[in-house]
């Protein structure tokens, strides 16, 4: 009949780059860390998970996914590169610390501050 309506709106854009902040125009590059513990049974509810599996939501840039890993004190392998799926690694010491590799290497880590 001619009637054009428009039920879908888009008025707020939602999706920021959890580096920068920043919007991302486009399709944003998401990282996922894989659960440090498989568990052998279902989480209790009253606890929290050590890292957040995310998705993170990054721009197509690199360092701004680096950034984010100095942010919350992560190390980054060396020997690996940012990829969709990162693999918490824990490192030895004082206080809890971790480090994240896309773990398709097969030579020991060299993790570095991001």
Not at 94 to 100: H, Q, T, V
């Amino acid at each position: 009949m001619g009637v054009d309506i428009r039920t879908i709106v888009k008025d707020n854009v939602a999706t920021r780059c959890d580096g920068c902040g920043q919007v991302i125009d486009g399709t944003p590059w998401r990282i996922n860390v894989l659960d440090i513990v498989a568990p052998e049974r279902t989480a209790d509810w009253s606890t929290s998970a050590a890292i957040n599996p995310g998705p993170f939501q990054f721009h197509s840039d690199e360092a701004h996914v680096r950034s984010w890993m100095a942010d919350r004190s992560y190390l980054y392998c060396r020997r690996g590169r940012v990829r969709e799926i990162m693999r918490p690694v824990p490192i030895p010491g004082d206080e809890p610390r971790w480090g994240l590799c896309d773990g398709l290497h097969r030579d020991d880590h060299e993790f570095v501050p991001a």
